[in-house]
């Protein structure tokens, strides 16, 4: 059966990033892809020029509508913007409870731009957090949440996960994907945590400009995987080799001028010769 999965977040127009890069991804990974728009953008593989929010009540509409007739069997959440947004959110995933919800904590975009008001982390930290399946922040994102300095070494990115893996709920399997791309090095080192076991996922540095939307690329995957895999661990380790093939074939495009979009069609596009 092909798994229904939905993307909650805003919206990039340069299609790197956001609904649309979630959407790619789960078409790529054999999952029908759904979205609600939580936020709207302006931006380009440069800069963040704008961002215009939409009405909380209505983000809930599109949420109650879509479930009320859809089988959701994975959710996504990704930029939500504002406090209230996120409040509205949180509310229709405790009433709706899919079976698996990724949360990646958006917080600034590839260009430094920030992307979500500083009084919706606590509301995204209380009422979102426990109710994640899986959530993914990068070090800087995992370090806001813990109003604590960024992880450095692989030593402190552990002790960080399991810092975070408390702020969830213990209701059943949930688990903490650390993203390690922000150490120093050429290795990419990820850590998933659920509490009891503690699993690194290595990875090699692509050298790249083209990494706009990786974290959105990441989640979306993970989301489209879990309904298809026999667990959380089997399910990170795909969405983690579908990224990097993603980035490795990131060249075959030209968007932009800055951080251009990985290929999220690798696996079915191939550049005329």
């Keep these: 059966m092909i798994p229904n999965t939905l ?7 340069s299609g790197g990033a956001g609904i649309l ?32 929010p939409v009405p909380p009540d209505f983000v809930a509409q599109q949420i109650d509508t879509l479930f009320a007739d859809v089988r959701v069997d994975a959710v996504k959440i990704g930029m939500l913007g504002q406090q209230a947004v996120t409040r509205r959110v949180a509310e229709r995933m405790a009433h709706w409870r899919p079976a698996h919800l990724v949360l990646d904590p958006v917080m600034v975009a590839k260009s430094g731009d920030h992307l979500l008001e500083r009084s919706a982390v606590r509301e995204l930290r209380d009422s979102l957090l426990p109710l994640a399946t899986v959530v993914t922040p990068n070090l800087p994102e995992a370090g806001v949440l813990l109003e604590c300095s960024p992880a450095q070494n692989l030593k402190e990115m552990r002790r960080m996960a399991e810092r975070l893996r408390r702020l969830l709920s213990d209701d059943g399997q949930r688990w903490v ?57 089997e399910a990170a380790r795909r969405a983690k080799a579908y990224l990097e093939a993603a980035i490795a074939a990131s060249g075959t495009l030209q968007v932009g001028s800055g951080h251009g979009p990985v290929q999220h069609f690798h696996q079915w596009w191939r550049p005329a010769a």
């Design 7 to 13: 993307t909650i977040a805003g919206v990039d127009p």
């Design 177 to 233: 994907f650390l993203k390690g791309g922000h150490l120093p090095g050429n290795d990419t080192v990820d850590v998933l945590h659920d509490g009891d076991r503690l699993i690194e996922l290595p990875g090699r540095r692509i050298d790249t400009p083209n990494t706009h939307g990786t974290g959105c690329t990441l989640s979306a995957a993970l989301a489209a995987l879990l309904p298809q895999s026999a667990d959380v661990p």
């Design 21 to 52: 890069a979630d959407v790619k991804t789960m078409s790529a990974l054999g999952a029908y892809g759904m979205a609600v728009i939580a936020a709207l953008t302006a931006q380009n593989t440069q800069a963040v020029t704008g961002i215009s």
